[in-house]
């Protein structure tokens, strides 16, 4: 069996991931994902 | 080998792995102080996402689930799509496909465990699994983006419907120990609160009689890394050079996959038990894909195991 390279396409992929990653951080994603995440979801633990 | 070695012998390839599985869920759920205190961590570390299914209200958890983070964005009014959590996803899931579920998902991992208590009739396959497989696809589509996205209130807020109705993991890792531990939570439970609790023990059930229910049938990051297992860097491959049809990894798979046939398809959680059993070492989990005529790794059609 000859290995070659890892995948193209997941490379690719996982480079628009990146990509992806850093606008939303620029967008202040990050910052809102925080915020939701720092206080206790209600929803997700059953009460409201 | 009789049935008894040969479950034996399973049970100790599948040992390294579970060790790794409890060291990920043990570093990424280690805010001790709040098992303690019933409250949660509300450090920086809460702006990355954790790759599996790990609820932001376990009181331990120091990352937030992409799951709930994908829904609060997009049921958010500033946001109706996420460029962050999309981007992790596919960057997770282009990098290591599947192999999350396998060894990275502490929902995984008590579903594993539960599948070892023993039961007098394990249930490896039925009728109805295979279309029961598309579930976790409608759930992702419908709970997790289309509700959360429509559905708002007059401040154009939504709600995260798989995590308030669906999610059990929500349920063990935030619901039951923060009720236990912060009484004032206690005092607010009410319906939704005994409808998740149903819902968990549903899934604690099953998972004792059907390996892994809830990521074959409902886990929608699951169906989200589903969609990259046949591009992943992380990859299975079948040497057919090697490979005597001998037939063993699709016996010893609990996901119902062929990996003789079809290494890479969207079931294949990269559990490597597969890998471990094949006599002849035809099969291989690694970083590498290769153009070579016998070795198969993207032929996800031919595969009707489940």
Known sequence: ?48 | MDKKQRSKKQKSTEAPRHIFQLLWAVITNSFVTGFIQGRIYTGSLKNLCVPGLNCYSCPGALGSCPIGSLQSLISSRNYKFTFYVSGFLIFIGAVFGRFVCGWLCPFGLVQDLLHKIPFPKKLRTFRGDKILRKLKYVILLVFVIILPMVIVDITGQGDPWFCKYICPAGMLQGGLPLTLLNEGLRDTIGFLYAWKFVILAITVILSIIIYRPFCKYICPLGAIYSFFNKISVFTLRCDKEKCVECGKCGKVCKMNVDPKEAPNHSECIRCGLCEKNCPTGAISCNWKTGSNKNSENIKPENNDEY
């Open chain 1, 1 to 48: 069996m000859k290995n070659k390279t890892p995948n193209k396409y997941g490379i690719a992929a996982a480079v628009v991931g990146v990509l992806m990653m850093i606008f939303g951080i620029y967008r202040g994603e990050a910052e809102a994902v925080l915020a939701k995440a720092v206080r206790i979801c209600l929803e997700c633990i059953g009460i409201g």
